[in-house]
């Protein structure tokens, strides 16, 4: 007979073999409903004859794929920039957020509640058409208010989520508050953060999208460049076969990324235990006579 872990077990238990042979049937239904679901679209794209060579030869073509690759450039251009600054920027909003003044909590917290209930679309389009700002400084704007102020909230909540005995002790050592955030609760913070930090990124990765509303030339405008001047019908069909796989390419390796810095994190000689040479015999204190 297997001995049972307990400790795995504290709000979880042990399914018996009645509830593993339903849990099994539910993975079997499940399965079959999505299996199911795939067999219908693809069942609607050979009956519309999206596979024939004719709709997929132009992919072929050299300026075709040279307007796909500057549309995805543009795109990456647009994440990278917006993802720099919506960090930078959710770290000072936290940090205001934190701060022991009433007035400049109170500033970051209007800041932060305004721009992240405001859609974004509004946001790109106002500074766009309102404030008369190009098309990629209008989009990395809008991103960059919206998730910013999205992962202000992300590091306030991972900084507050770390003991407050740790902080405690850190302020009886006579760490200064800067001291102790960037030595002592913002290592700590990090690994329980980064799933969401990383998680918004994505999302700012999927918003440069739209652009393509704003005449920016990302990749989905690429897209729809090409989709309009094909000759057959239901040219978007191809166009977004081809363009999906990669957006879903660049958000796993995103999240591989996030994983690879996790591991390292669990890795790192700052964050494993340091070994301690036993005491000897005769060993005196500091400061012991």
């Given at each position: ?36 679901l ?6 609607l ?5 999206q596979?024939?060579?004719?709709k ?13 690759l ?13 993802a ?56 990395v704007a ?6 910013g ?18 902080h ?5 050592l ?5 001291q102790v ?5 913002v290592?700590q ?7 969401a930090?990383?998680?918004q990124?994505?999302?700012?990765l999927k918003?440069t ?7 920016y ?6 897209g729809?460049l ?6 057959y019908?239901?040219p978007?069909?191809?166009?977004v076969?081809v363009?999906?796989p990669?957006?879903i ?6 999240s ?10 669990r890795r ?18 500091p400061?012991?006579?």
């Amino acid at each position: 007979m297997k001995a049972l872990d307990h400790s795995a077990t504290a709000l979880y238990d042990i399914p018996g073999p009645k509830t593993e042979r339903r849990h099994k049937l539910y993975g079997l239904i499940s399965t079959l409903i999505v299996l199911g679901l795939v067999a219908w679209l693809l069942y609607l794209l050979f009956d519309t004859d999206q596979f024939t060579a004719t709709k997929w030869t132009p992919f072929e073509y050299k300026g075709i794929q040279e307007l796909l690759l500057r549309g995805l450039g543009n795109t990456l251009k647009a994440f990278a920039v917006s993802a720099v600054l919506s960090l930078a920027l959710g770290t000072v909003l936290a940090v205001g957020r934190l701060s022991d003044h009433k007035p400049v909590r109170w500033l970051a917290t209007l800041f932060v509640e305004f721009f992240r209930a405001m859609p974004v679309l509004v946001m790109i389009f106002f500074i766009y058409v309102a404030l008369k700002v190009e098309p990629l400084p209008a989009l990395v704007a809008g991103l960059t208010l919206y998730n910013g102020s999205v992962l202000a909230e992300v590091f306030r909540s991972g900084i507050n989520s770390v003991e407050r005995g740790q902080h405690e002790a850190a302020y009886a050592l006579g760490m200064r508050k800067t001291q102790v955030m960037a030595h002592v609760l913002v290592p700590q913070a990090v690994r329980a953060m980064l799933p969401a930090i990383i998680s918004q990124l994505v999302v700012a990765l999927k918003d440069t999208s739209l652009g393509y509303l704003i005449t920016y030339e990302e990749f989905l405008h690429a897209g729809k460049l090409i989709a309009s001047n094909l000759d057959y019908d239901l040219p978007f069909i191809p166009v977004v076969m081809v363009i999906s796989p990669i957006y879903i390419g660049m958000c796993m390796l995103l999240s591989w990324f996030a994983q690879w810095v996790a591991r390292r994190q669990r890795r790192s000689p700052k964050t494993e235990a340091a070994d301690v040479a036993p005491a000897e015999p005769g060993t005196l204190l500091p400061g012991a006579q």
